[in-house]
Nanobody, 124 residues
Framework: QVQLVESGGGLVQTGGSLRLSCAAS????????MGWFRQAPGKEREFVAA????????SYLDSVEGRFTISRDNAKNTVYLQMNSLKPEDTAVYYC?????????????????WGPGTQVTVSS
């Protein structure tokens, strides 16, 4: 199985940028569809972005489309989430996740492996 660890979170002002990284170990990242999810205090965990095994298919939550960019470097076993024009409502713990299934999905319950998360806080 694969182990995932996120990094790059922190405190940023409204309009700022952060780049999250998700490093995988144990198995090659190219075996998985990868996703980013987030959970704000008192709210359910929600889908943010997903990328297919080769990067040929990408999907975003509507509210982050045009501001966030998901990418992957299978040679480095790493997935990234570039977050620009950050808003206070983006404040959450961000998780990366891996899906070993055959079909590209944005459904949280389909993802098999999860990292511990990294906190992103956007101040107004």
């Amino acid at each position: 199985q694969v182990q995932l660890v996120e990094s790059g979170g922190g405190l940023v002002q409204t309009g700022g940028s952060l780049r999250l990284s998700c490093a995988a170990s144990g198995r090659m990242l190219s075996s998985y569809v990868m996703g980013w999810f987030r959970q704000a205090p008192g709210k359910e965990r929600e889908f943010v972005a997903a990328i297919s095994r080769t990067g040929g298919r990408i999907s975003y939550l509507d509210s982050v489309e045009g501001r966030f960019t998901i990418s992957r470097d299978n040679a480095k076993n790493t997935v990234y989430l570039q977050m620009n024009s950050l808003k206070p409502e983006d404040t959450a713990v961000y998780y990366c996740a891996a899906d070993s299934g055959a079909v590209f999905t944005t459904t949280l319950s389909r993802y098999d492996y999860w990292g511990p998360g990294t906190q992103v806080t956007v101040s107004s």
